[in-house]
């Protein structure tokens, strides 16, 4: 089970940090990642981590502004978000994937948590 939160409103130029909190004892082996739904949108990748936190993954449109980053001992995955734009208004949603990896493609994810929001006002 994952559980996203620190979602909130925000003005342009801000931070916020989200977290993801996942039960049970495997976290330490999956892959975790972080998707954003705009209304009207499709979901869009945001950042990936791999098991260990050797290798990140961001998308273009946020990289330079956000870190994903874990802890494995508290079984929870971050996304820092600093230098925040209107554009990354959405719902954020983590996500788990057995594998490992990490990944940029949402059907690699076995695992999804429900959604923070996030809104940034102009």
């Known amino acids: 089970q994952l559980q996203a939160y620190g979602g909130g409103l925000v003005q342009a130029g801000g931070s916020l940090r989200l977290s993801c909190a996942a039960s049970?004892?495997?976290?330490?082996?999956?892959?975790m990642g972080w998707f954003r739904q705009a209304p009207g949108k499709e979901r869009e990748f945001v950042a990936a981590?791999?098991?260990?936190?050797?290798?990140?993954y961001y998308a273009d449109s946020v990289k330079g502004r956000v870190t994903i980053s874990r802890d494995n001992a508290k079984n929870t995955v971050y996304l820092q978000m600093n230098s925040l734009k209107p554009e990354d208004t959405a719902v954020y949603y983590c996500?788990?994937?057995?594998?490992?990896?990490?990944?940029?493609?949402?059907?690699?994810?076995?695992?999804w948590g429900q959604g923070t929001q996030v809104t940034v006002s102009s």
């Open positions: 981590i791999s098991w260990s936190g050797g290798s990140t």
């Open positions: 996500a788990a994937d057995r594998q490992g990896r990490g990944s940029v493609w949402y059907y690699e994810y076995d695992y």
């Open positions: 049970g004892r495997t976290f330490s082996s999956y892959g």
